[in-house]
């Protein structure tokens, strides 16, 4: 072996090239995050009938959801019903257990002049619009919000 030979066998100018653009990758992605660049924002939906609901998790798996306006009775999802509901406020709630919020504050179920329907996390401000989840899923949410007669 020669005494100036590179280690693998490759020029030193590939492996610092290579280096370089990983460090030149990560920098523009740590920009990208947290100046915004290029990110998609989903402005507020319009909303023609909005409703404030609380979920509160029960015992035997149930889930009891009222209406914080108390214009409406309290529902209760029951075991093994509504699964994409529960799948959603799983995911919502796992946010809201990392920033130390609880039941207390609503989430806000809403519906488009369109007719599609989103639900937004007042607590943490995320946003999920249930029509990206198929026909099917978007029924659950929207039986509960079927019975209000909110408005904005």
Do not use: C
Not at 68 to 83: A, F, N, T
Not at 112 to 130: C, K
């Amino acid at each position: 072996m020669h005494d100036n030979a590179k280690p693998w066998g490759q020029p030193g100018w590939m492996l610092a090239s290579a280096s370089l653009l990983v460090v030149a990758a990560i920098s523009l992605a740590a920009i990208a995050r947290y100046s915004g660049i290029g990110a998609s924002r989903i402005g507020e939906p319009h909303a023609v009938r909005v409703i404030d609901l609380r979920f509160e998790d029960q015992a035997a798996g149930r889930i009891l959801v009222t209406d914080v306006s108390g214009r409406l009775p309290p529902r209760m999802i029951e075991p093994g019903k509504d699964g994409f509901v529960r799948v959603a406020l799983r995911s919502l709630a796992r946010d809201r257990a990392l920033i130390g919020i609880g039941s207390e504050v609503p989430f806000r179920l809403g519906e488009q002049a369109d007719g599609s329907i989103w639900l937004r996390d007042l607590a943490t401000g995320r946003l999920l619009l249930l029509d990206a989840y198929g026909h099917a899923n978007r029924t659950s949410f929207s039986q509960l919000l079927a019975h209000a007669g909110a408005t904005p």
